[in-house]
T-cell receptor, first 114, second 113 residues
């Protein structure tokens, strides 16, 4: 299995630029999660989708952040405009079925905003 | 809401020695509990999980954890660590009817030769 695939793996961008992170979940999984990891705040859930529908976006920091899932095999997390405090590792994860099933993580997108 | 506290931010341990990583949770409803491992520059990988049944859960790489409801704990143990166990370990909780994981702050394990 290919696992959860994220791109880009690393991105360095200037403050004010738009950043788009991409995710392909594991085939057949119907839940998709976006997490952010920083030294200060640890792992935070930003948003999760079930069957392509956003279920909980209470973790999205502010209006500069948006996420979409146009189909079962693709999701994006967009930051516009980006700020230095958005520098973090962004993880996409997916799972299948009901609560308690294993959530599988991608290798992360390392974002640096200068 | 659920919360998780990992009491140790760093645990240095010698190779072949035992290790225990502590995790306490808080919740007003039934929960599922998980331990994940993150190797350097990688994503998170599931070590083990407790959903129901036996309170002693065995996972991959020789790890095990014990669910203690009265103490609201889910400590992770390994009787003999290897250099390759150097990583960060995360305890996580979700309410039994949901799949929204809340993570603890992580415990960094450094195995010394």
């Amino acid at each position: 299995d290919a696992g959860v695939i994220q791109s880009p793996r690393h991105e360095v961008t200037e403050m004010g630029q738009e950043v788009t992170l991409r995710c392909k979940p594991i085939s057949g999984h119907n839940s998709l999660f976006w997490y952010r990891q920083t030294m200060m705040r640890g792992l935070e859930l930003l948003i999760y989708f079930n069957n392509n529908v956003p279920i909980d976006d209470s973790g999205m920091p502010e209006d500069r952040f948006s996420a979409k899932m146009p189909n079962a095999s693709f999701s994006t997390l967009k930051i516009q405009p980006s700020e230095p405090r958005d520098s973090a590792v962004y993880f996409c994860a997916s799972s299948q079925g009901d609560s308690g099933n294993t959530i599988y993580f991608g290798e992360g997108s390392w974002l640096t905003v200068v | 809401a659920q919360s998780v506290t990992q009491l140790d931010s760093q645990v240095p341990v010698f190779e072949e020695a035992p290790v225990e990583l502590r995790c306490n949770y808080s919740s007003s409803v039934s929960v599922y509990l998980f331990w994940y491992v993150q190797y350097p520059n990688q994503g998170l990988q599931l070590l083990l999980k407790y959903l129901s049944g036996s309170t002693l859960v065995k996972g991959i790489n020789g790890f095990e954890a014990e669910f203690n409801k009265s103490q609201t704990s889910f400590h992770l143990r390994k009787p003999s660590v290897h250099i390759s166990d150097t990583a960060e370990y995360f305890c996580a909780v979700t309410k039994a009817a949901g799949n929204k994981l809340t993570f603890g702050g992580g415990t960094r394990v450094l195995v010394k030769p």
